[in-house]
């Protein structure tokens, strides 16, 4: 029927009275939903205040938005079938109900992952100077956080699409060029695909850990953040470098906390060979037992090299962490160069000469400068 300019579809005259009664249900069971919704996470919101309540507190923290879809698109399955709507109607809400929880159930899995996250961080604390393990467990989960959103976006997409029909027909048309089109369009995303199994494999062998301290293309610094398909390297000067996740499964690079987080901090001196050496070993014990950075482990002085001008000494001290170790260096050798300024300074380095007088056959020499001078 129309009147002017507007047109009203013969569905909402024919079925007027039905659609209003279906709407006001649906309205119910979405309200009811938000209800029983909003009594779990009240009750949930309560438990994660106590101390000690790391699960219930995550659970609320990143499932409530996902969960509350959930309930509602739940209740509209559950509630459209019993409704008087019109059938056309009623396949179009069913419909797009299943596109919603289908996405709300993706959200839901990719929640579950961060409470997991939230789980291991509570028991595994990485602030703390030996936390090995911890950057171990952390690493494998924001790895495998990361692909498994991936993944399950994917499957999320994938499984949307499935239900368009249009979609299937053509998927069932183009089945017999699948093997080329598969082809094409790994060749494409082939650099997306190894960054994902560089992933998988970085997550399960773990070459390098979040906070491991490295050197890559010749820059030396801390693994910020592990995502998918690329790593952030935050060098010491604070700039970032960004590297694919292939670049560790196919380049070799240094790891300096690999197997443990402490390190041994090198210093180099170079002195005159007149140096006791006897008593920069002794002075760089006592530099040691007033430096809070040394490990209380292990310290060494050896002269390891002799050139034709000075003496190589190296100094070895022990660090809890790289970071540590960085200023446990630089410590030792300003320390240890006051050391000889101020008590050895004859034995700092210097270069010696010669100066010889020659004088020419035919010139007198000067008195006092005969044959015995």
């Given amino acids: ?3 002017g300019l507007f047109h009203v579809p013969a569905v909402f005259i024919t079925h007027g009275r039905d659609l209003l009664i279906g709407v006001i249900l649906l309205a119910i069971a979405v309200g009811v939903a938000l209800l029983v919704h909003a009594i779990v996470f009240a009750a949930l919101r309560r438990i994660g205040r106590r101390p000690g309540h790391v699960l219930d507190e995550s659970i ?3 499932g409530s938005r996902p969960a509350k879809w959930i309930f509602i698109f739940t209740a509209l399955l559950v509630t459209t079938p019993a409704t008087p709507l019109p059938q056309i109607v009623a396949s179009g809400v ?11 159930v993706a959200w ?5 992952t961060a409470v997991l996250a939230d789980l291991l961080a509570a ?7 030996d936390n090995l393990s911890a950057r171990k467990i952390e690493t494998q989960v924001h790895v495998l956080r990361r692909v498994t959103t991936v993944v399950v976006v994917i499957v999320a997409v994938a499984m949307g699409l499935m239900t368009l029909p249009g979609i299937r027909t053509l998927g069932a048309s183009m089945l017999a060029s699948a093997g080329l089109a598969g082809l094409v369009v790994g060749m494409a995303m082939r650099p997306t695909l190894a960054n994902l199994v560089a992933g998988i494999q970085i997550a399960l062998t773990q070459p390098i850990r979040l906070e491991d301290a490295v050197v890559v293309a010749g820059e030396w610094g801390w693994i910020e953040e592990i995502t998918a398909t690329y790593v952030v ?3 010491w000067d604070w700039r970032r470098l960004i590297v694919p996740l292939s670049y560790f499964t196919e380049q070799p690079f240094q790891n300096w906390t690999r197997e443990a987080a402490n390190l041994l901090g090198s210093v180099m001196l170079y002195a005159d060979y007149t140096v006791p050496v006897d008593e920069l070993r002794a002075e760089l014990q006592r530099v040691l037992a007033t430096e809070p950075l040394w490990d209380g482990k292990a310290s060494a002085l050896q002269v390891t090299d002799a050139s034709e001008h000075t003496i190589q000494i190296r100094i070895l001290a022990g660090a809890l962490n790289s970071g540590d170790a960085w200023t446990l260096r630089c410590n030792i050798r300003e320390r240890m160069i006051r050391f000889l300024q101020e008590k050895h300074p004859e ?3 210097k270069t010696r000469g010669e100066l010889r007088a020659e004088w020419p056959a035919a010139a007198p020499r000067p008195a006092g400068h005969g044959a015995a001078g």
């Fill in 1 to 3: 029927m129309s009147h």
């Fill in 60 to 62: 609320v923290r990143h």
């Fill in 94 to 104: 069913e419909h797009v109900t299943a596109l919603g929880l289908i996405a709300a």
């Fill in 108 to 112: 839901i899995f990719i929640a579950a």
């Fill in 123 to 129: 028991r595994y604390r990485v602030d703390v100077a």
């Fill in 233 to 235: 390297i935050r060098i």
């Fill in 347 to 349: 034995c700092l380095p």
